[in-house]
């Protein structure tokens, strides 16, 4: 049987299941294990402050207002085990950070070209990385937005400072997929990006020809306009990987990458119509993931994902699902159509899932936020490695892990590497710890060489550690040693209880620990012994 034979047999199936779905309990769709391994990404939108920020950074106090929002927004992201934030970082010819390229967004202060006070974009990349994500900073590529735009910005506008480099249409300006230059000024932003700031990733946006609506007109056929598109993926990917070759480069190409021979695109793919060779690109390595923005449901859907698990060349192939169609005024999604497709992703083996945007999910929109935190992100996940680079090799295993109080502690395995290197923290109730297992991972991309972890530390009985590098590879896991005999109280032994390995409530962990200061000399036979130290 075809490859193509046997994804469409899988589409069938996973069509049929969708009848079915909604008859379906929450639990039983729990049957799928959750994957150590994953991405599950939101786009956080700045343009017109949709999705961050509300208030205008214009005084010391609407500046903390406005990091507070992000705070909270973070936060919440976090409790539901998001590890991937993509911020939008250039909207249309503006920025948030203060480039030397590019003026000011007026989503921070109101007014284009007005400096908020504080670096937005480093204050996100900190407080995503405090809560153990990654932030991909998501550029804007093709478009610049309205003509009234481009001229409030006066003098410092691209198209005063680069005008060969721009043109208008259907009342917007764009830059010039096939000019001299374009390429090179792209790609000139993004490694203003990387060289100032230790974003995880770059995810170019609107990396394609604007739609046949907008009567752009650029001369060559269909081949050299995919050819223009494809000489700034790879201009941006050269400038990037020779500088930091483990940041992420991601593009949100159209969701349907091109006609199948039993379901077609409707005229709207990344290949033929905006001229996007996504899968060409994943081929050569030029971008290391994709986030193909597959707003559609059934058969718009399903085929067309499988297409893509086909076609990633061993990258991550991360669905972008269009979530803002569960609000009443977007659209009529319901829940059970973001399930399905969510279930359909996971079964896939895809890569992970993406919502589209930020504030549909963190608003818990027809209980999306809910169903995620508790049927399909319970635990956190790690990353996809970066398989397909040359640098595969795991960092060495920490050492001298020891547990005072809450406090864990390790020494770090390379010294003058804390910008390279990050920890996974784990527990369980059996020794060792099995740090293959999702539902073991307590705190991912750790920066310390410690870690508090608060009441953990009672619910757990054993813990592990490994160091990780930027490119994903794990090292193997620094065990925690069971070497002091610990007493065991008398009342400790309870059938009704959760019992640990030992015997013991898990709950009462920290109290056997403190009890057993004072039980010196008392024997423990036929309990296992752990030193806390």
């Known amino acids: 049987m075809s490859s193509f034979s046997l994804y469409i047999n ?256 409707g005229g709207w793919n990344a290949y033929s119509a905006v001229y996007q060779d996504a899968q060409g690109w994943l081929r050569d390595n030029l971008q290391d993931m994709l986030f193909p923005m597959m707003y559609f449901l059934g058969n718009n859907f399903y085929p067309f994902l499988y297409d893509w698990q086909e076609h990633a060349y061993g990258h991550p192939v991360v669905p972008g699902l269009g979530i803002y169609f569960l609000d009443p005024r977007e659209g009529k999604w319901t829940l059970n159509d973001v399930r399905a497709q969510m279930h359909s992703a996971r079964k896939a083996d895809i890569g992970g899932v993406a919502f589209f945007r930020s504030d549909f999910f963190t608003r818990n929109c027809k209980g999306l936020y809910d169903c995620s935190q508790s049927e399909f992100f319970a635990y956190p996940a790690l990353t996809p490695r970066m398989t397909w680079m040359d640098d595969t090799i795991a960092p060495p295993t920490p050492s001298c892990l020891k547990l005072d109080g809450s406090l864990l502690s390790w020494n770090a395995p390379i010294a003058n590497e804390s910008s390279y290197i990050y920890y996974n923290v784990y527990g369980a109730n059996v020794h060792p710890v099995d740090v293959s297992r999702a539902e073991n991972l307590l705190k991912t991309r750790v920066t310390a060489s410690q870690l508090d972890l608060g009441m953990m530390a009672s619910k757990k009985q054993y813990f592990a550690v490994t160091a990780c590098d930027r490119f994903g590879n794990e090292s193997p896991a620094l065990q925690e040693e069971v070497s002091i005999n610990l007493p065991l109280p008398t009342d400790a032994w309870n059938p009704t209880s959760r019992l640990g390995v030992n015997g013991t409530r898990t709950d009462d962990r920290m109290q056997l620990l403190k009890q057993s200061k004072s039980a010196k000399g008392k024997s423990s036979k036929g309990k296992r012994s752990r030193s806390r130290k």
């Open 10 to 265: 899988r589409c069938i199936l996973i069509l049929t299941l969708c009848l079915s779905f909604s008859t379906l309990s929450a639990q039983e769709w729990m049957g799928v294990e959750m994957p150590k391994q994953e991405v599950r990404a939101v786009w956080l939108t700045t343009v017109k402050s949709l999705d961050w920020p509300k208030a205008k950074a214009t005084s010391a106090s609407g500046i903390e207002r406005q990091k507070q929002e992000l705070r909270t927004i973070l936060d919440k992201l976090q409790r539901a085990n998001i590890n991937t934030v993509i911020l939008q970082t250039r909207l249309r010819g503006t920025m948030i950070y203060p480039s030397k390229l590019e003026p000011w967004d007026e989503c921070l202060t109101g007014k284009y070209g007005q400096n908020p006070g504080y670096d937005p974009l480093a204050f996100a990349i900190e407080e995503c990385h405090k809560r153990g994500m990654e932030l991909h900073a998501w550029l804007v590529t093709i478009p610049l937005g309205p003509v009234a735009k481009q001229r409030a910005l006066g003098n410092q506008s691209i198209i005063k400072r680069h005008p060969e480099l721009c043109k208008m249409a259907g009342g917007e300006y764009f830059m010039i997929p096939s000019a001299k230059g374009t390429a090179d000024y792209v790609a000139s932003l993004c490694r203003e990006i990387v060289e100032n700031y230790d974003v995880d990733g770059i995810s170019l946006d609107y990396v394609r020809y604007p739609e046949t609506t907008y009567g752009f007109k650029d001369a060559g056929s269909a081949q050299q306009k995919r050819d223009n598109i494809t000489r700034i993926v790879q201009r941006i990917h050269d400038e990037v990987k020779s500088r930091k070759p483990w940041v992420k480069l991601s593009s949100s190409p159209i969701g349907k990458f091109k006609d199948l021979s039993r379901y077609k695109a």
